[in-house]
């Protein structure tokens, strides 16, 4: 079964930092781009960032460019989003998604996604 | 950035009746190879998204063919033929052509 499974949420101080990861199975993880997509609460969907199936390239939203970094282990399949210089406006929920394919930067639809993991940004 | 509205935000619909979400963008998603850079989520109450629409008229793998995408340029339509129950939520689009990617503010369907 095809499945990402993301972890490292949780309450972090303003200024503060956190990591996040995306566990992927049932797929040739190296194969395909992955993004962060977040959701603050009650709100819609926020793109944050992309990465080729390579790790060579990347792209962030505006609101977290110098602040976050993706990256991936491919030996792990695993995904990265280490997110520095926290604030409240980053509090939401974070999905990590499967790009259908490699065509990093364009898009052609994020087929899998995650249950999403809860970063809360409080004092 | 291209920004991304849709129409209505909020949609009632009777099971078996059509279903129409508008999608506007800033900019043209078309990119010179032809294909517009337009997708389609749905987010159901309490669920992650799903992808149901690429390339603004690929359907996504297990998407029942009620599900339609069409439009070009700047202009794009979710057409569903006949709503059911199980597609309430929230529908987004997104267009994947630039970075950053946006997407709409989202139309919520719920059931009459």
């Known amino acids: 079964e095809v499945q990402l499974l993301e972890s490292g949420g949780g309450v972090v101080q303003p200024g503060g930092s956190l990591r996040v990861s995306c566990a992927a199975s049932?797929?040739?993880?190296?194969?395909?781009?992955m993004k962060w997509v977040r959701q603050a609460p009650g709100k819609g969907l926020e793109w944050v960032s992309g990465?080729?199936?390579?790790?060579?390239?990347?792209n962030y939203a505006d609101s977290v460019k110098g602040r976050f970094t993706i990256s991936r282990d491919n030996s792990k399949s695993t995904l990265y989003l280490q997110m520095n210089s926290l604030s409240a406006d980053d509090t939401a929920v974070y999905y990590c998604?499967?790009?259908?394919?490699?065509?990093?930067?364009?898009?052609?639809?994020?087929?899998?996604w995650g249950q999403g993991t809860t970063v809360t940004v409080s004092s | 950035d291209i920004v991304m509205t849709q129409s209505p935000l909020s949609l009632p619909v009777t099971p078996g009746e059509p279903a129409s979400i508008s999608c506007r963008s800033s900019?043209?998603?078309?990119?010179?190879?032809?294909?517009?850079?337009l997708d389609w989520y749905l987010q159901k109450p309490g669920q992650s998204p799903r992808l149901l629409i690429f390339?603004?008229?690929i359907r996504a793998s297990g998407v029942p063919d009620r599900f339609s995408g069409s439009g070009s340029g700047t202009d794009f339509t979710l057409n569903i033929s006949k709503v059911e129950a199980g597609d309430v939520g929230v529908y987004y689009c997104?267009?994947?052509?630039?970075?950053?990617?946006?997407f709409g503010p989202g139309t919520k369907v719920d059931i009459k």
């Open positions: 390339l603004n008229s």
């Open positions: 049932g797929f040739s993880f190296r194969n395909y781009d």
């Open positions: 900019q043209s998603l078309l990119n010179t190879n032809g294909y517009n850079y």
């Open positions: 990465i080729s199936d390579n790790g060579a390239m990347t």
């Open positions: 998604a499967k790009g259908r394919g490699s065509s990093f930067p364009l898009g052609v639809g994020m087929d899998v």
């Open positions: 997104m267009q994947a052509l630039q970075t950053p990617r946006t």
